[in-house]
Each structure stands twice: as structure tokens, then as C-alpha cells.
């Protein structure tokens, strides 16, 4: 008894002192202590379920901010802890090192990309190191060195040799500014999204790469996806835009109705609503649709066909796609034939279609269309309405009437709602809609007569990776006269970047004969090199492949690695990256995977978009609003774990969270109270974890439960990554472990290690300073704290109101002992046997007799 509790006369009065709490000392010491350990590097452990998480990279602009900040610290808990919990963990990092930020400030401050680039990536480091983050960092990659570099241009060869990049003209989006080409994306209002210039569209020939031969797979796996958040899955759908519907077709002719003869006489659109089709009142080419010019060339209406074609290249196709826009056109002086019912219908050319969707025409239904319903009211052109709701007042009126009589409505916008089909002919009643009967019906019809078509549309387009940049990765293609394009031979990759380029003297690759001169790989002769460099997206598409086997020279990873580390168990990062980043990392792995080169269809099993960290008004931090709060600016007075408890403990990770001076001062004194509270718990236990639970009075019963109960608690909210909860828990258990330290007049030594134990074990993947601190120190481990096992709990032993029942040999009371209030037979009768060791001895039990809340009877 007297072994199990320590001595009365060890008042806390008479604990010897305890040392300060020096985060600025303590801190830098582990991490080095941690690096000279090669704690952190995977060891590929077979005998263990594997785990890889994930950060998004960085780009290293500059130092890290707080963003970054959260983003690692959500990570790193999560690295730590599975680790704790006997995974073997892959936790590495890297830099998205290419791209325009670094050519910008290279020309700004007159210096190299190189090294900017390289220096910022050093800074980057430094933070993360002083923050503590458990990265591997042996795996560390860089996307602008030559070994990884290299296998994004091997890689873009077998896309090549399969067809999957290829070069193509097209107007694209330029920016007269950067004298770049921009994707869709990278416009915003019809500006350059790093400028702000105005956007031109200029004909060039490009790389794409094609990813559209995924559209159908790329959208069917997000079912394979459920750890995703069901806001970006949806995101993803969008922007992959799955569309059923027609192609239907409309013969062109000219004012007097006579056709124009020949294949050309035909325009094809793409539909959703075939049913509307009697309501078709005009019909729309987009500006860039091809023969538009020839088909006004020389009629009185060329000149305003003109000039909306020329206004609509200063408008990037997403904001033309976005219906915004203030709608514009002009009248052709043409006509095309409703295939349905043979009226004529003026032809127009509209700036909000989209020559690169459908077919780049459209039958407009200015009753069942927004946009074609302003348009129609802007040109003041008819509005013929052909659903209805069977309650509207017209229907009644309209239903019955197969000829069309009301051309124009007073509404105030289009009917887009369900109803049912008006002055539409035999279709006339039938359920209108997308997919609805009527649509079945007129396109089955038109298929009949040889004018439609079932057709299936995506809004994905190719990916166009061309960058007339210097620093990105070279397209490792040769232009030959004789040849053509030639892929740079495989032994002679990578094409390395020079890295003298002086972008701010106004040099690039195309500026200079000593990067693009080269003889052709087949004939021999001199041949042009090509000066195009990837978007940097391509460099991000694949980087978590190349962690999971970096140092390889043979191939981009081996399979055998691929295959036993991925998928990335939980990829982490911000919102920002949902569509695009992931959408060409899903296609990657589905493309290399159709190379043989890994086995996965999906890379990233869970995702985590983590929340935005504003300031302490909820505004964005930027630095042309001055309210960035630089992660240094804790770290540097109060310490890397108070930063890192501050980050978790404010809001959920995937809720976005304002800056809070409060909470850190909170943070950090709750550190100092564990540092208090563990040293004086281990001078109370001397070392020791082992206590008798039968033994224990009310008091220390009430902290064993709590014990159980934060513990379980803290450990599944760990599994649902809900930091914040999982802290409330940990803290939970410290009021409950200083209030029995508090009152207690007769401490149980064994329970008070095993919980400061506890306490400092779940702390640890969140304060992994002061944690590795206290239990080498305080608790006097000499292993690191990540070497540990998780605390086990039994979440029965965490009942509050256990029940005592009575334990009975033979039918005599022997003992009693407290059981949870809905314990089972089987916990019953185990609890009673030991309960009854003395009694029973080695004598076989025959038989043990349950009644719950009662008793219990062992029949020996
Ligand atoms: C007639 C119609 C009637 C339409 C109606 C809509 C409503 P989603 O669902 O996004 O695929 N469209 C077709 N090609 C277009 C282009 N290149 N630029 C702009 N708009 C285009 O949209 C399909 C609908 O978008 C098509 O169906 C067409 O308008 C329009 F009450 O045809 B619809
Ligand atoms: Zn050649």
C-alpha cells in the first residue's frame, strides 16, 4: 500500500525548484538534436501500415507567412501522432521553385532568378525547421534542379509518344505586359491575373497536353473520393462540366429563304433543351466562329460584324462564360432554318458564345435563356415562349394551340423554372426540360430525319502548358527543317535551364544561340531547340511521386516505392489549389499510371482544404494593406510551440480563423502551466507509472476515469483532424490532474506518472518542444517523445458512475469490486475473478452468474 503512494512529508512546499521555461534555449536544441537523430526520415518500415501525409509545397516567394504556417503545423500533428501510433510515416517536403514571381523580382532587384529563388527557399527553411516540422528532409525536392526537372521533361515525352502532348495554333490569351501566354484561368476581368494588364488574343502555336482523353474518368472517380471535401468534388465536376444533350442542324440561307447549297451550308449547335426548340427566335455564332468573316464579306452588315468580333478579343473566354458580361452582337444578314418546323431565323454574331464549347453556335431561347433573353431585349428581337407552368394564366390559353401565336411577353427575365411545352406543334403538353420526355422526343425525331444527334459536351479543355518564360522547365522537344519535331533522345535529358539568363538586360531563352542551337538528334543537320518552357503546374502534377523514391536516376520513381506509399493518406493545403493543381495531379496519376508506371487511379486518398488566417479584423492579410502578421513574431518572443497550439487551438483546421493576440497569450501560458504542472508531477512520482487501480480512493478514481475519458476523447478527434477539440480535451485532463494534485493528502505516485506521462505524450505532436523537453528531462526518458507509443485508454474505464457489485465464491461474498454501469456479462466475470483471486486460487471456474448492477457468482 504504502509503496503505491509517496510520502506525505513530500509536500509540494518541499519539491526542489522548478527550472524555468526557456523556449528560446529549449527549441533551437531540438531541433538540432532531432536532425543529428535523423528522427524524421522514413525508413520504409514494412512491418508497419504505411502512412503518407501531405503539405501542398510551397512556392518560395519570401519568408513563410501565417498561412504556410497552419498549413505545416495541421501536418505535422498529423505526422507526429500517426507516427506515435505505430504507422510508418512518409512526411516530406519540397518547393515549387519555377515560375514568374522569381523572372518579376529578378528584373526589380537586378538580380538572377536562380538566386532568389534559391535564397528564398533557404529562408523558407530556416522558419520550418524552427517550427519544428517533422519533414524528412533526405526526400527534400526542388522543382528547379536539374535531377527532378529532368523527369518532368521525360515524363512530358512519354505524354508525347502517346499522343497526349501535341502542338497546336490557336488564339490564346496573351499579355502584352509579361509577353506571355496565360491559361483561361489566369485572367480575371480581362486581366492579366500578375499585371493587371488588358488581355489580347493573339494565334500562336502551342504545347497541350491532353487531358481531356480523361474528361469521363477524371469526373467518374471523385465517387472513389470520399475523403474529399464535397465542396471540391464539385468544384472539380464544374470545372470538368459534364453536359448531355444534341447536336442539331440548321441550314443556313439567305434573306429571300433559299438555302445555300453545299456542306458549308449547314451550322450545327449543341443543345441541352432540343424542347425549346419552337421557341428558337434567333440564332448566335460565337465571334471567333470560323467563316464568320467570309459569310458578312461585302454586305452592308460587315462592319458591325466586325467590330464585335475585334471587341471580343480583349475578353477572356471564362468572363464570356460567366454571363456577366453586357451582352453584344450584330445581325449577319443571314438566316438558318428551324430543322423542326422549317421557320427562318435571323443569324447574329453574340460575344457571350464561346467558340470552344459545343460547336461555337447557338439556337437561342430568349423565353428559357437568361443570357438569350437580355440579348433579345437589348435588340429588341421577339420573345416567343414556349414552356410554361401549367398555372400560368397563358397556358391555359396557349396549351391548346399548336400554332404560334404570342411572339413576345412582358416578362421580366426568362422562365426557366419546369412546366410544360406551349405553341410547340405535336410536342404541345409534354413535360418540358433537360431530359424531359419533349426533349426525348424531338431529338429522336430529328435523328430520324437525319438532323441530330446525341452529344455529349465537357467544358475541360486541353491544357495549354506553353510559357514563353525563362524560368520554368524546358519542353525538351527539337525543331528540325527536315525532320520536324524531334523529342531530345532520352540519354540527353535533362535540357538543362542555363542559369545566367539576365531577364532583367531583357534576355531569354529565345534570346540566346547558345540555348537554342543545336544539330538535330536524327539527321544531323542544324536545328532549333525548342524555347518554350511548362507551366508550372506541370512541376506540381507529379512531386509527390518523386518523394516517394527521390534520389532516383534510373526512372522518376521506382513502381515498387510508388506502389507501397501511395496514396497520399492526407494531402493538406488551401482552397485556392481545388480545381486546378488537383485536377492535373489527378490527371497525371491516371496517365502515368496508363504508362505502367504506378498502380493508383486517384493520388490523394483525403483532403484537407484548411481555412484562411486573417487578421484580427477578419481581413485578408496582405502586404499592401500592412496587416501581415509574420509568423517570426511569436516565434521569436514566446516560442515555436505557442505558435503552433495558437494555430490549432483557435479554430478547426478547415475553418478560416482571425488572428487573435488573446489566444496566443493564452497558448503560451497554458504551455507554462504544463511545465509547471509536469515537473512537480515528476517529482511527486520519482519515475514511477505503476499503480493498483483497486487501490485507489474516490479522488484518485475520479482522475483515472478523466484520464480515460480526455484520452479517448482526444484521440478520435485526432482521427477527425479536429485539433482544436482534441487540445479542449488535453486541457480537460491538466484542470482535472491539478485540481487531485491540489487536494489530494494522499498522492498515488504510480497514477501520477502515468498521467503526466499522458499529458505529455498527447501534447506532443502539437508542442513537440516543450513536450520532448519534459520527457527527457522531467520524466527522464531518453528516447524522443515521437519514438513513443500513443497513450492506450480503455473508454469502459472512463464510466463515471462504475457500479459496485458484489462478488460471491460458492454464494459467499467475498469481495466487491466497481464495474462500468453497462459492462457485459463477460467484463462482469472477468472483473469478479480477479476480484476473487485469493478465494478461487487455481480451481477451475465452471460457471460465473451475471446480475448486472448487482453482483456476480463464480460457481468453482
Ligand atoms: C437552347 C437552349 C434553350 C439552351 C434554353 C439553354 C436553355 P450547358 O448546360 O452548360 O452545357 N450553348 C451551347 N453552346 C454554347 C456556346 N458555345 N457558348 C455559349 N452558350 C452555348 O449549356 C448548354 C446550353 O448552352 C445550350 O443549350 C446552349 O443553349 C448554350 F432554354 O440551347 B441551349
Ligand atoms: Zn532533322
Not at 317 to 337: C, D, H, P, S, W
Not at 340 to 358: C, E, F, Q, T
Not at 409 to 437: C, F, I, M, N
Request: charged share 25%; glycine share 6%; aromatic share 10%.
Amino acid at each position: 500500500m504504502c509503496q503505491n503512494h509517496t510520502q506525505h512529508a513530500l509536500s509540494s512546499s518541499s519539491l526542489p525548484e522548478i527550472p524555468e521555461y526557456q523556449p528560446q534555449l529549449i527549441e533551437p536544441a531540438w531541433v538540432h538534436a532531432w536532425e543529428q537523430e535523423h528522427l524524421f526520415e522514413a525508413t520504409n518500415h514494412r512491418d508497419r501500415p504505411k502512412k503518407y501525409i501531405l503539405e501542398m509545397f510551397p512556392y518560395p516567394s519570401g519568408d513563410l507567412h501565417m498561412g504556410h504556417a497552419r498549413n505545416y503545423t495541421i501536418g505535422d500533428a498529423m505526422a507526429r501522432q500517426a507516427h506515435m501510433r505505430g504507422f510508418d510515416v512518409l512526411h516530406p517536403i519540397g518547393f515549387d521553385a519555377f515560375g514568374l514571381p522569381a523572372e518579376n523580382a529578378a528584373i526589380k532587384h537586378k538580380t538572377q532568378a536562380a538566386a532568389w529563388t534559391y535564397k528564398n527557399m533557404d529562408q523558407a527553411l530556416a522558419t520550418m525547421r524552427r517550427m519544428g516540422f517533422s519533414y524528412d528532409m533526405n526526400r527534400l525536392v526542388k522543382t528547379c534542379s536539374p535531377d527532378y526537372y529532368r523527369w518532368g521533361q521525360w515524363i512530358f515525352e512519354k505524354l508525347y509518344e502517346r499522343g497526349l502532348a501535341y502542338r497546336k495554333m490557336n488564339p490564346v490569351n496573351w499579355c502584352p505586359t509579361c509577353e506571355t501566354v496565360l491559361a483561361n484561368e489566369q485572367v480575371s476581368e480581362g486581366r492579366c491575373w500578375r499585371c493587371d494588364s488588358l488581355v489580347e488574343k493573339r494565334d500562336l502555336e502551342q504545347w497541350y497536353i491532353k487531358i481531356t482523353a480523361y474528361s469521363e474518368e477524371l469526373l467518374a472517380d471523385l465517387e472513389k473520393l470520399p475523403g474529399w471535401p464535397e465542396r471540391v468534388k464539385h468544384m472539380q465536376a464544374n470545372w470538368i462540366g459534364r453536359s448531355e444533350g444534341a447536336e442539331l442542324d440548321f441550314r443556313l440561307c439567305n434573306a429571300d429563304g433559299n438555302p445555300i447549297l453545299g456542306d458549308e451550308g449547314i451550322i450545327t449547335v449543341f443543345t441541352t433543351r432540343a424542347d425549346t426548340l419552337f421557341g428558337c427566335c434567333f440564332f448566335l455564332l460565337a465571334p471567333e466562329y470560323e467563316g464568320l468573316a467570309e459569310l458578312v464579306a461585302g454586305s452592308p452588315y460587315e462592319a458591325d460584324v466586325l467590330r464585335v468580333i475585334e471587341e471580343a478579343k480583349h475578353v477572356s473566354a471564362l468572363e464570356r462564360a460567366q454571363g456577366e458580361l453586357e451582352k453584344r452582337g450584330a445581325f449577319t444578314g443571314r438566316y438558318v432554318i428551324n430543322p423542326i418546323n422549317g421557320a427562318k431565323i435571323p443569324v447574329w454574331v453574340a460575344n457571350y458564345v464561346i467558340s470552344d464549347y459545343g460547336t461555337g453556335a447557338v439556337m437561342a431561347v430568349p423565353s428559357g435563356d437568361e443570357r438569350d433573353f437580355e440579348f433579345a431585349r437589348t435588340y429588341d428581337l421577339p420573345i416567343v415562349p414556349v414552356v410554361l407552368a401549367e398555372d400560368d394564366p397563358l397556358y391555359e390559353e396557349l396549351a391548346n394551340e399548336a400554332d404560334i401565336r404570342v411572339s413576345q411577353v412582358t416578362w421580366e427575365s426568362a422562365y426557366t423554372a419546369d412546366g410544360r411545352l406551349v405553341q410547340s406543334g405535336p410536342y404541345t403538353g409534354l413535360l418540358a426540360g433537360k431530359h424531359s420526355e419533349a426533349e426525348q422526343r424531338i431529338v429522336a425525331d430529328l435523328e430520324e430525319a437525319g438532323l441530330g444527334r446525341r452529344s455529349v459536351q465537357y467544358r475541360l479543355r486541353d491544357w495549354l502548358i506553353s510559357r514563353q518564360r525563362y524560368w520554368g522547365n524546358p519542353i525538351p522537344m527539337i525543331h528540325c527543317e527536315h525532320c520536324g519535331i524531334v523529342s531530345v533522345p532520352e540519354d540527353q535529358l535533362p535540357v538543362v535551364l542555363p542559369e545566367d539568363i539576365d531577364v532583367a538586360a531583357g534576355e531569354s531563352l529565345a534570346s540566346r544561340p547558345d540555348f537554342y542551337e543545336v544539330v538535330c538528334p536524327r539527321c544531323g543537320k542544324a536545328a532549333r531547340r525548342e524555347t518554350d518552357t511548362m507551366d508550372t503546374f506541370t512541376c506540381s502534377s507529379w512531386y509527390y511521386l518523386r518523394y516517394c523514391d527521390p534520389h532516383n536516376s534510373e526512372l522518376p520513381f521506382s513502381r515498387e516505392l510508388a506502389d507501397y506509399w501511395m496514396g497520399v493518406d492526407n494531402y493538406i493545403g488551401g482552397i485556392e489549389h481545388a480545381i486546378l493543381h488537383l485536377l492535373y495531379s489527378r490527371f497525371i496519376t491516371k496517365a502515368l499510371r496508363d504508362l505502367g508506371l504506378v498502380g493508383i487511379d486517384e493520388p490523394f486518398k483525403n483532403l484537407l482544404c484548411q481555412g484562411m488566417v486573417k487578421d484580427h479584423e477578419g481581413q485578408t492579410m496582405s502586404k499592401s494593406k500592412g496587416n501581415v502578421v509574420p509568423p517570426s513574431s511569436v516565434i521569436e518572443p514566446l516560442g515555436a510551440d505557442t505558435m503552433r497550439l495558437a494555430i490549432l487551438f483557435i479554430a478547426p483546421p478547415e475553418k478560416d480563423f482571425n488572428w487573435d493576440e488573446k489566444a496566443v497569450a493564452g497558448a503560451h501560458r497554458f504551455i507554462k502551466r504544463v511545465w509547471q504542472l509536469i515537473w512537480r508531477a515528476s517529482y511527486l512520482s520519482q519515475g514511477n507509472t505503476d499503480f493498483d487501480k483497486a487501490a485507489l480512493d474516490e479522488m484518485a478514481l475520479t482522475l483515472y476515469r478523466e484520464r480515460h475519458r480526455t484520452l479517448a476523447k482526444c484521440t478520435n478527434d485526432f482521427d477527425r483532424q479536429q485539433f482544436n477539440t482534441a487540445i479542449s480535451a488535453i486541457m480537460e485532463l491538466v484542470n482535472a490532474f491539478d485540481s487531485y494534485l491540489k487536494k489530494t493528502t494522499d498522492p498515488v505516485a504510480g497514477l501520477i506518472g502515468q498521467v503526466a506521462t499522458d499529458i505529455v505524450a498527447m501534447l506532443s505532436p502539437i508542442c513537440p518542444f516543450v513536450s520532448e523537453e519534459l520527457w527527457h528531462q522531467a520524466l527522464g526518458h531518453t528516447e524522443s517523445v515521437y519514438q513513443a507509443s500513443w497513450p492506450s485508454f480503455d473508454v469502459s474505464e472512463a464510466q463515471a458512475d462504475g457500479v459496485e457489485i458484489a462478488v460471491q465464491v460458492l454464494g459467499k461474498v467475498r469481495a466487491h469490486v466497481v464495474v462500468a454501469v453497462d459492462a457485459t456479462q463477460d467484463e462482469m466475470s472477468e472483473a469478479a475473478i480477479q476480484a476473487a483471486q485469493k478465494w478461487i486460487q487455481d480451481k477451475p471456474i465452471k460457471k460465473a452468474i451475471c446480475v448486472p448492477g448487482r453482483l456476480v457468482n463464480l460457481i468453482v
